[in-house]
């Protein structure tokens, strides 16, 4: 339901919220949520591999950052976390910092889909996200170059800290 509910109709979606920074309510409610509801329930359905050592967060975008998120907020049950093209807001940054002791012995991988290299995002690509659906979709052709200071603040605060990370 987060991806068609509004807080703010129009304004602001749930689903930004919940993604959001670490001092955000919604984003709180829903890190508890991913890990007092729906992590008990695939484990009750499936079977699974239990323990922070099995169990890894994964998210893209600004559910990158929710994935470092819960994380930090439950060190207890995640082991680790994977934020593709991570959208990290400054408040994020500043909890990884302040929570290196608990991230030292996680794993956590970082990358841009952006530029690699000398393979660069151009700025403006006409036909960037053309689908069956939709001939031209604009999408967020600068989104990847965006992405990378928020990035960068991450990789040196981890860094300053000690806390190790894989990055491509």
Do not use: C, M, W
């Given at each position: 339901p987060s991806s068609s509910r509004d807080i703010v109709p129009g304004l602001l979606r749930r689903r930004h919220a919940e993604y959001g920074d670490v001092a955000n309510p919604y984003a709180t409610a829903h890190a508890d949520w991913v890990?007092?509801?729906?992590?008990?329930?695939?484990?009750?359905?499936?079977?699974?591999?239990?323990?922070?050592?099995?169990?890894?967060?994964?998210?893209?975008?600004?559910?990158?950052?929710?994935?470092?998120h819960l994380l930090l907020r439950r060190p207890d049950l995640y082991g680790g976390a994977a934020m593709l093209s991570p959208a990290f807001q400054p408040p994020t940054v500043a909890?990884?910092?302040?929570?290196?002791?608990?991230?030292?012995?996680?794993?956590?991988?970082?990358?841009?889909?952006?530029?690699?290299?000398?393979?660069?995002?151009p700025f403006f690509d006409l036909v960037d996200h053309m689908t069956e659906n939709h001939w031209w979709n604009p999408g967020y052709f600068w989104l990847d170059t965006q992405l990378q200071p928020g990035i960068d603040a991450m990789r040196a605060a981890l860094d300053w800290t000690g806390v190790g990370y894989r990055y491509d």
């Open positions: 890990s007092d509801v729906v992590r008990p329930a695939v484990n009750g359905r499936f079977r699974t591999l239990r323990g922070p050592d099995a169990t890894r967060a994964i998210g893209t975008s600004l559910g990158g950052q929710a994935s470092l909890a990884a910092a302040a929570s290196s002791n608990s991230l030292r012995d996680k794993v956590l991988y970082l990358d841009n889909g952006g530029d690699v290299g000398e393979v660069k995002v």
